[in-house]
């Protein structure tokens, strides 16, 4: 027997957000808190890691600390990966530039004798 879509779904919609049940919006929430609290345990063993180790991989010991002082529901790995990628901009844009000067192809041109 096959079960209607409609009478699986929790009948209290939020606000705001057609076709969302309370009890669709209050787990995703949950398992959101739950992958911060994964991704600040794994930002803890970044904690670890020397200075050299972190500037390897992009990063500074401030930004592995700032992303730990965010609040606790909130993902700390996106700080972290902006911060990479705001360090790998500023290494871009550091280095000298160096302007060539343009090459222009020299084209001879045989003489017609006549």
Do not use: Y
Not at 89 to 105: D, N, Q
């Amino acid at each position: 027997m096959c079960e209607d879509k409609a009478m699986t779904r929790s009948p209290i919609p939020v606000a705001g957000s057609p076709g969302t049940t309370f009890l669709g919006t209050t787990v995703r929430a949950v398992l959101g808190v739950v992958q911060a609290l994964r991704h600040r345990r794994e930002i803890m063993h970044l904690a670890e890691l020397d200075d050299r180790m972190l500037k390897d991989i992009g990063l500074m010991r401030g930004d592995v600390e700032g992303a730990l002082a965010e609040a606790l529901f909130r993902n700390p790995s996106r700080v972290l990966v902006r911060c990479a990628e705001r360090h790998g901009r500023g290494e871009k844009g550091s280095a000298p530039v160096r302007s060539a000067r343009p090459v222009v192809p020299v084209v001879r041109t045989r003489a017609v004798r006549a």
